[in-house]
């Protein structure tokens, strides 16, 4: 493992910690002795998401993070706590043992998790991916988790766009 600062090939290890997701090893360079850390992921049998036009494409976390980013748009959401989400719902697909995954499950996934976290973001998500049968539904769902807001006194309020 070469150094990130100065490029020398040879670092010590200081740390060890395993993970669910990935083995976490701190580092120090043996010339500069700068610290840094590597994960070790290991490689598992492709997940391969199912549209639904039946058009197959693998487990693209970059897409996935660039469909929740544009859903969090302005709301006070960390970007961890979007790594985070992308990481279990990672997890969620893998502990399936299947190797296809229609792409709704992928889709309810994140809504599940947005909702949990930011209703703006989650009805963002949600017109997106037209899990509601129709705009009926999707406005008495909006106004459902709008009183739950103000209930709990959320200040927030709820976009709408209808098309
Ligand atoms: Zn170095």
Same mark, same amino acid.
């Given at each position: ?16 910690? &395993? ?7 701190? $580092? ?6 700068? $610290? ?38 302005? $709301? ?27 792409? $709704? ?12 976290? &930011? ?45």
């Amino acid at each position: 493992m070469k150094c990130p600062f100065c490029n020398h090939p040879e670092t010590r290890v200081l740390e060890s910690r &395993d993970s669910a997701e990935a083995l976490r090893r701190r $580092r120090e360079c043996q010339k500069c002795q700068k $610290r840094f850390t590597t994960y070790e992921r290991v490689e598992v049998q492709p997940l391969i998401i199912v549209k639904k036009n039946g058009k197959e494409e693998p487990f693209d976390r970059t897409k996935l993070r660039r469909g929740i980013l544009l859903a969090c748009e302005k $709301r006070p959401i960390k970007l961890e706590k979007i790594e985070e989400i992308i990481d279990s719902i990672r997890r969620n697909l893998i502990g399936r043992k299947k190797t296809h995954v229609p792409s $709704r499950v992928v889709g309810s996934l994140v809504m599940s998790k947005l909702k949990a976290l &930011d209703t703006v973001a989650y009805m963002r998500f949600a017109s997106v991916y037209r899990e509601f049968d129709n705009i009926k539904s999707f406005i008495a769902e909006a106004s459902t988790l709008e009183k739950k807001k103000a209930e709990k006194g959320n200040q927030d309020n709820i976009l709408v766009e209808t098309k």
